[in-house]
């Protein structure tokens, strides 16, 4: 943010210093609506939705390409009667945590769906994807263990690196040299790898081969983050992992319901025969409460579209190939192929919020990320395509973004 120029904000006046860091957030909040009047990218409502990619936001229809609603399924009926008849049959929320009286049998029939579709013996559902990190780090790493994190991996994955009782280092964004000489020089008897399958703010895929190579020649573990392909990859849409062939070689698959599913939710699968044990390790599994019932109860039927969703997943790449085809010639920066997310990196924060200025006043909802959602000093515009787009919804998008500049 250092290309904004200074505004006057009123210096902090609480007295109080518990709220020291929400003035100085607020008086940034500030200077950014200063230098950019209008919408904020940050805090935009969505009044109702019209189909499952488009809907209101201050009071104007808009084709939404912002949501992470992949494959639709957000929206899909026999998914919402499936979230209906869960509520109707356990109530509209679990009231206690997976160690008390909040498991359902909803959850364990969603843990055997996961488990199955990612080829691992078992799973584990949490409230969230965050929790899912959260737990699984803290549950499993304890003193004297070292984790190795991938640098631009997401922030639940530092949050549940700081708070376990290992030790941490970063190595460089896929770069299998700078993970293995690190490892090398680590004097624990437990080293850990994490990674993302497919990275949430650039979209770029892991070189998940030469991840495992190293893995094996340091004999460490290796824990993968699949929030982003989860649905997505391979036939039955067990993500990146098992589309490569390696979900054998990956100790622990992490993951998201609230994405390619559509509902809400996050897991951890394993092969290892006592990993049903980390729910009494995994602080934000026993000391939580459940997964509602109707949250569970639509990700069931999700997860069967998704088993049997070929045709989906088809669409939804076509329309990923459709728009990237349409935007080649341009002057934008995308990010590679083969991704579910399609990134434009921007020059700066100005140019970055402009485009999406410009996309937002012709119709269309994007994200606009900046740190510490990017890399340092890297701003950009996140488009999430789904299967429910429509060619009109893609033309749409397709022509505002050729003319802008």
């Not at 009047?37 to 935009?44: A, R």
């Not at 559509?262 to 951890?268: L, T, V, Y």
């Not at 740190?371 to 395509?385: E, G, K, M, N």
Request: hydrophobic content about 45%; proline content about 4%; overall charge negative.
């Amino acid at each position: 943010m250092n290309d904004l120029p200074r505004a006057n904000v009123p210096k902090p006046t609480t007295a109080d210093p518990i709220f020291s860091r929400l003035e100085q957030v607020g008086s940034r909040r500030e200077r950014l609506l200063e230098v950019f009047p209008g919408p904020n990218p940050l805090e935009i409502c969505i009044e109702k939705f019209v189909t499952p990619v488009r809907g209101i936001i201050d009071g104007r229809e808009m084709v939404l390409m912002g949501n992470n609603n992949y494959l639709g399924l957000t929206h899909d009926p026999a998914c919402i009667d499936a979230s209906l008849a869960a509520i109707s049959r356990y109530g509209a929320g679990a009231t206690a945590s997976r160690v008390a009286s909040g498991t359902l049998s909803e959850h364990l029939e969603v843990e055997s769906q996961i488990a199955a579709l990612l080829q691992k013996q078992s799973a584990l559902l949490f409230t969230t994807g965050f929790m899912a990190n959260l737990g699984l780090l803290g549950g499993l790493l304890a003193a004297g263990d070292m984790l190795f994190i991938d640098e631009d991996c997401h922030a639940s994955i530092y949050d549940a690196a700081r708070l376990s009782a290992a030790r941490y280092a970063k190595f460089r964004h896929n770069d299998p040299e700078d993970l293995s000489a690190k490892i090398a020089k680590s004097d624990s008897p437990h080293n850990v790898i994490v990674t993302e399958s497919v990275f949430s703010a650039m979209g770029d895929l892991v070189p998940l081969q030469e991840i495992v190579d190293v893995k094996k020649a340091h004999g460490a573990a290796l824990i993968v983050d699949e929030a982003h392909s989860f649905g997505l990859y391979g036939d039955e849409g067990g993500g990146l992992c098992v589309h490569e062939g390696l979900a054998a070689d990956v100790d622990v698959i992490v993951g998201t319901l609230s994405k390619a599913a559509g509902s809400i939710g996050g897991f951890a699968a394993s092969n290892y025969s006592g990993f049903y044990n980390l729910r009494y390790l995994a602080r934000s599994f026993m000391f939580t409460a459940a997964p509602p019932a109707a949250s569970v109860g639509m990700a069931r039927a999700s997860l069967e579209r998704i088993r049997d969703g070929q045709a989906l997943r088809s669409k939804f790449w076509a329309n990923i190939a459709y728009l990237r085809e349409a935007i080649a010639g341009s002057a934008f920066n995308v990010n590679s192929t083969g991704s579910p997310v399609t990134t434009i990196q921007l020059d700066s924060m100005v140019e970055g919020y402009n485009l999406w200025r410009h996309l937002y006043d012709n119709g269309v909802y994007v994200n606009a990320l900046l740190p510490p959602a990017t890399p340092q000093s890297t701003f950009a515009i996140r488009i999430s395509i789904s299967a429910a787009h429509t060619k009109e919804d893609m033309d749409k998008a397709i022509a505002a973004l050729l003319s802008f500049r």
